[in-house]
């Protein structure tokens, strides 16, 4: 079984920066893919950012240029340095995890991101 625990939501203001972490446990394949999504209020869950075990990246377009995703695999954590936040930027950021060659899926339960002044 594979855990994934977010944290680092908050409150922040619009233009601050927040830099949210995804601890994955357990039994955990690699290579996989770590990343995030997010829930915003009346939306449907979309993907904002994702990262192989090799580094390579994926970002949404409304993210670009501010936000950098990251990795450790000697900790099995990702990261999201997420700069110069938008007001749409709130919601509930999701990690999740898919190992490469079983394609099982992992999600973590969110954390709350607010960006308002």
């Known amino acids: 079984q594979v855990r994934l625990v977010e944290s680092g939501g908050a409150l922040v203001q619009p233009g601050g920066s927040l830099r949210l972490s995804c601890a994955a446990s357990?039994?955990?394949?690699?290579?996989?893919?770590m990343g995030w999504y997010r829930q915003r209020p009346g939306n449907e869950r979309e993907f904002v950012a994702d990262?192989?075990?090799?580094?390579?990246?994926n970002y949404a377009d409304s993210v670009k240029g501010r936000f950098t995703i990251s990795r450790d695999n000697a900790k099995n954590t990702v990261y999201l340095q997420m700069n110069s936040l938008k007001p749409e930027d709130t919601g509930v950021y999701y990690c999740k995890l898919v190992t490469t060659y079983s394609g099982s899926v992992y999600w973590g339960q969110g954390t709350q991101v607010t960006v308002s002044s």
């Open positions: 990262i192989f075990t090799g580094y390579n990246t």
């Open positions: 357990g039994r955990i394949f690699s290579p996989n893919t």
